[in-house]
């Protein structure tokens, strides 16, 4: 059943990659959808409070990088 698809794969690689970008953008886009509602409802975030969550998912400033 499978002798007609290409035996190194190549096609389905490219066609993997391109799916995997579509499902990032796709992604990003749901994301954003989520962020300006958020915006809208409550106001932008603090450039403080938007820091200080970076620096605790990042690990930045706290040794080991575990979440507490």
């Known amino acids: 059943m499978t002798d007609h698809l290409p035996s190194s794969g190549a096609g389905r690689?490219?066609?993997a990659h391109l799916e995997s970008a579509a499902q990032r953008q796709i992604e990003r886009d749901r994301l954003d959808d989520l962020v300006s509602a958020f915006e809208e409802a409550h106001g932008p975030a603090a450039p403080e409070a938007v820091a200080a969550k970076r620096a605790r998912l990042t690990g930045?400033?706290?040794g080991t990088g575990a979440l507490p």
């Open 13 to 15: 690689s490219d066609s």
């Open 60 to 62: 930045e400033g706290f």
